[in-house]
């Protein structure tokens, strides 16, 4: 049987309502237009509801195909999932420095997108962005060497637009990492 923490899901909440707080505000004086090409507002509180409620409905679809898979796995109060493998040696990772990666990232269905063996090792500097924000999360976990398995939701992964290749809108992605590399920047 899987662990999930609880104690995590109501910080979870907050950080996530939060976070579409942030997101959506540019939209509260945005405006769609109806069927007639007429302006219609939309108060920011429909935004919020319907965010909220996907936001739910993603989590509720990694906790399940975490009991599914009986995996042992934590959440973090951002919504990232995550089952530390080997913890690695040294020190944690932390930001400013270069950590060069073995990965395979697969959709929740097990489609393949990407990984290290076709494409080399991913190299970056941790806390610069460029990399998911729900990796950078998670790589601070780790140390040399170490290894995880992290499930994120599109609002830590790819968002609502995926990656024009072969992450979907709205994916929730599953990331297999092992640290090959930590060096100073």
């Known amino acids: 049987m899987s ?8 910080a979870l909440s907050k950080v996530i309502l939060s976070f579409f707080l942030v997101s959506f505000c540019s939209c509260s004086g945005s ?4 069927e007639r090409g007429n302006s219609v507002n939309i108060p920011l509180e429909t935004y ?13 679809k990694i906790k399940q195909y975490v009991e599914d898979n009986q995996l042992d796995m934590h959440a973090t109060g951002t919504g990232l ?12 990772i932390q930001k400013g420095q270069i950590v060069t990666l073995d990965y395979k990232i697969k959709l929740l269905d097990g489609t393949l997108c990407y990984d290290s063996e076709e494409l080399g090792p991913k190299e970056f500097l941790v806390g610069r962005g460029g990399v998911e924000s729900g990796l950078e999360e998670g790589i601070l ?10 499930i994120m939701p599109p609002h830590l992964a790819h968002g609502l637009i995926g990656d024009d290749e072969k992450i979907p ?17």
Do not use: C
Not at 3 to 10: F, L, Q, S, T
Not at 48 to 60: A, Y
């Open 169 to 185: 809108s709205r994916a929730i992605i599953i990331y297999e990492v092992e640290v090959v590399d930590v060096k100073f920047h």
């Open 141 to 150: 976990m780790l140390k040399n060497g170490g290894r995880a398995l992290f």
């Open 48 to 60: 919020i509801k319907v965010n909220r409620k996907l936001v739910e409905k993603e989590q509720e």
């Open 31 to 34: 405006q769609n237009r109806d």
């Open 3 to 10: 662990k999930i923490n609880m104690r995590a899901v109501p």
């Open 81 to 92: 999932w995550y089952r530390i493998d080997e913890p690695g040696t040294g020190d944690f």
